[in-house]
């Protein structure tokens, strides 16, 4: 498709399965420097509703960057749901802004990463919940070659959301030793403080380290207050490998609850 374009073929494995064809291209313009778009096959056990959830995505996005550490986004899409016995489809229609001042995403120091957005999400038969969602990490350095990240995550909306599209608690966007979909909702909140420290030399093309972890986590219903949750923790550590492209990590964490679980990612 010409220069500045790259086609992506995205494969997940585990618990949740996806296949993807995305196609970027960029653009010498001032008013959007980039156009995104793909097709996506999704499928996932929802372990708190004890269902199937399988969807066909198609979406497209335009970005423009302002400076090289900020950028806005607009995008839109369709999902065609089928979740245990019902078949549904969601229209999307969002916009977002991402400040980013990572030169490494895995071992940046001193820096900031915040993306906020808003999605207007049309449910076939079910109203138009207004998503809202916020995630941000600092990222401060430590002794040696060590750095301290701290992360805070939102993600809800202003009324309910149809089954099929609750949020679910676990992974590692939420907590860390817990299976996806032990519990579920209409918003997630959660936050981490880890400690990573490189144990290979910084010239290195592969960079090896180990970490250490808390995390916290909780969802809730819609109309709920953020101040009246109880929130679920884990807490461990672990092991990765960062090469140019890929990266791989080993964690084993224990919750508050008392159970203990290892996560290859």
């Not at 374009?5 to 960029?26: D, F, I, N």
């Not at 207050?225 to 807490?235: H, K, N």
């Amino acid at each position: 498709f010409g220069p500045g374009t790259r086609l992506t073929v995205p494969l997940t494995w585990g618990g949740e399965r996806r296949a993807a064809v995305e196609l970027e291209k960029r653009i010498p313009s001032r008013r959007i420097t980039r156009v995104r778009g793909g097709a996506t096959l999704l499928s996932r056990r929802n372990r708190a509703l004890e269902a199937r959830d399988t969807r066909e995505q198609f979406w497209v996005r335009g970005e423009r960057e302002f400076v090289r550490v900020l950028r806005g986004g607009v995008w839109t899409g369709v999902d065609f749901v089928s979740f245990g016995n019902e078949d549904a489809r969601v229209t999307r229609l969002g916009a977002d802004v991402t400040l980013d001042t990572r030169v490494d995403p895995m071992l940046s120091r001193n820096a900031l990463y915040a993306r906020v957005g808003v999605e207007r999400l049309g449910v076939r038969g079910g109203g138009a919940p207004l998503r809202s969602f916020i995630d941000a990490s600092g990222y401060l350095g430590g002794p040696g070659q060590s750095l301290f990240v701290v992360r805070a995550y939102r993600d809800g909306v202003d009324q309910p959301r149809p089954a099929y599209q609750k949020v679910l608690l676990g992974r590692d966007l939420t907590l860390r030793a817990v299976r996806p979909g032990v519990a579920t909702g209409d918003t997630t909140a959660a936050g981490t403080v880890e400690w990573r420290l490189p144990l290979s030399s910084p010239l290195s093309i592969g960079r090896f380290g180990v970490r250490a972890f808390v995390d916290a986590a909780a969802v809730y219903d819609a109309g709920q207050r953020l101040g009246d949750q109880r929130f679920e923790r884990s807490a461990g550590g672990g092991v990765w490998l960062s090469a140019t492209v890929f990266r791989i990590a080993l964690d084993v964490a224990r919750t508050s609850f008392g159970t203990t679980r290892a996560q290859v990612s």
